[in-house]
């Protein structure tokens, strides 16, 4: 595609349920991300794959966090047991040269 | 670890004066150091980055930002505000061999007609 798909654009979920987060890279990128930002906040960076090199998971917050890759194609972020202080916009990113990423316009995700 | 620190979370500028948004970071190697920009509305873009050749660097729609050792320091300049760069700007930082992009908490800029 043209740009980084995300989807749903927004999710309203209640407390203790599981979300998933999808995105669609720019096709050929090798590397993607995941970041997240909190209302009035920076990026929180989450977890990034390079090719099948092993992801870098050190930003996920929890146990409860995790986020699967499908070679150099889709991604998915899936939150459990979601509590009040997930709600953020989920950004995904994508890149071919380093630091140069190209971001989705994000997930912002809601939990009563 | 390497981080940003951007000072000023709110920036108000009027219509064609100095734009000037402030970037400091730290690093225990030498760093790549990169400007995205998010438009009311729009996912975040980069502006313009640096990777340890011309200390100065130019970027999209006017923008440039030096990069100074001296003072750990890459701020973000436009010589004339325009209405169009209201926006969310955000500097960031990694390292050769480590893409994880380490993100500042971000500018917000006004410009006042």
């Known amino acids: 595609g043209a740009g980084v798909s995300q989807s749903p654009s927004n999710k309203v979920t209640e407390k203790g349920k599981d979300v998933e987060l999808r995105c669609d890279p720019i096709s050929g990128h090798t590397a993607l991300y995941w970041y997240r930002q909190r209302l009035g906040q920076g990026l929180e960076f989450l977890i990034y794959f390079q090719g099948n090199s092993a992801p870098d998971k050190s930003g996920l917050p929890s146990d409860r966090f995790s986020a699967e890759r499908t070679g150099e194609s889709v991604s998915t972020l899936t939150i459990q047991r979601t509590q009040q202080e997930d709600s953020a916009v989920y950004l995904c990113a994508s890149s071919l040269l380093a630091g140069e990423l190209f971001f989705g316009e994000g997930s912002r995700l809601t939990v009563l | 670890a390497q981080s940003v620190t951007q000072l000023g979370s709110h920036v108000s500028v009027s219509e064609g004066a100095l734009v000037l948004l402030r970037c400091n970071y730290s690093?225990?190697?030498?760093?790549?150091l990169f400007w995205y920009v998010q438009y009311p509305n729009q996912g975040l873009q980069l502006l313009l980055k640096?990777?340890?050749?011309?200390?100065l660097v130019k970027g999209i729609n006017g923008f440039e930002a030096e990069f100074k050792k001296s003072e750990t320091s890459f701020h973000l300049t436009k010589p004339s505000a325009h209405m169009s760069d209201a926006a969310e700007y955000f500097c960031a930082v990694s390292f050769f061999g480590n893409e994880k992009l380490t993100f500042g908490t971000g500018t917000r800029l006004t410009i006042i007609p």
């Open positions: 690093s225990s190697v030498p760093p790549y």
């Open positions: 640096y990777t340890s050749a011309a200390t």
